[in-house]
């Protein structure tokens, strides 16, 4: 009971604290779920160089602080998912025109994130020559604001299939999805964009393992806010003392990507609630009827 109100604290503070995409060391997701009554806190920490936005014309290095996530087992087929960041920090390199005004007169500027509500639903599971299949879907809100640089000030919504399936000792990921985005720059108008994933862990030792990836997404040319994105990860995942650890370098494989990076992600996770069995009841037999 106390590991539960401690979740739910946990949780309430990253809905008023928290906010934007986390990325993840590994952001294509499997198909597995989290066991039911249990939690997975990821907390993390980024800096990636070379960042750009195109609504404020900002360039610079991102320090990303509190990466942050919650992943709930909240039954047999499904999990609940919530994500944010804690402070984004830019230093400003470069400018360019702005298309949207901001506050910023400095060479730095900071802002929350746009937090994340989700969830994934399991359809079946890996069996022989099939693959795990779950889909995902979540709703980004615009807590972060243009006025700081950093943000849209529009809602998102994404949705996607999930595959994992083994293959010798590694495991493949596949993601393809649908996502939805609202135009910062062109009222009642919106993007619809081809997302993607594709993601691989190979064990190496005990407890250590080689991770990698590749995701983006793709739609409509030349939609301002609404660019095409597109990056590599690859670095290792060590698992020790209960806690699981990755380390991950990025590199960006479109413009609006940052050029280089690093990304540091510790998760935990425990059993928060047991599911509760309803009582068995035992009907005796009835005996056969004489004719």
Request: charged fraction near 20%; aromatic fraction near 8%; charge should be positive.
């Amino acid at each position: 009971m106390r590991k539960w109100l401690i979740t739910l604290v946990a949780v309430f503070v990253a809905n008023i604290a928290w906010a934007q995409d986390p990325e993840r060391a590994i952001k294509t997701e499997t198909a597995e779920l989290v066991p039911i009554g249990s939690v997975r806190a990821d907390l993390g920490l980024e800096f990636l160089h070379r960042a750009r936005y195109s609504l404020s014309g900002f360039e610079g290095d991102l320090l990303r602080m509190g990466t942050i996530s919650f992943h709930i087992g909240v039954g047999d087929y499904a999990e609940f998912q919530l994500s944010g960041v804690g402070r984004d920090f830019l230093t400003i390199t470069k400018r360019a025109q702005a298309i949207l005004p901001t506050t910023v007169s400095g060479d730095t500027t900071s802002d929350f994130g746009d937090l994340i509500l989700g969830a994934k639903l399991r359809f079946a599971p890996e069996k022989g020559a099939r693959p795990a299949i779950a889909f995902k879907f979540a709703v980004q809100l615009p807590n972060a604001t243009n006025e700081s640089g950093l943000g849209t000030d529009e809602t998102e919504f994404y949705s996607s299939m999930l595959f994992s399936k083994h293959i010798g000792k590694a495991q493949v990921s596949g993601n393809v999805g649908l996502a939805i985005l609202g135009s910062p720059v062109q009222p009642n108008s919106q993007a619809d964009m081809l997302t993607y994933g594709l993601g691989i862990t190979v064990p190496l030792h005990a407890g250590l393992e080689l991770i990698g990836e590749v995701s983006g997404r793709q739609g409509p040319a030349h939609r301002i806010g609404n660019e095409d994105l597109s990056q590599a990860q690859a670095g290792v995942r060590l698992r020790v003392a209960g806690l699981r650890w990755d380390l991950a370098g990025v590199a960006g494989l479109k413009h609006f990507n940052p050029g280089s990076g690093l990304s540091l992600d510790v998760s935990y996770e425990f059993q928060a609630f047991h599911k509760k069995r309803g009582p068995v009841t035992i009907r005796p037999e009835k005996p056969p009827i004489k004719k």
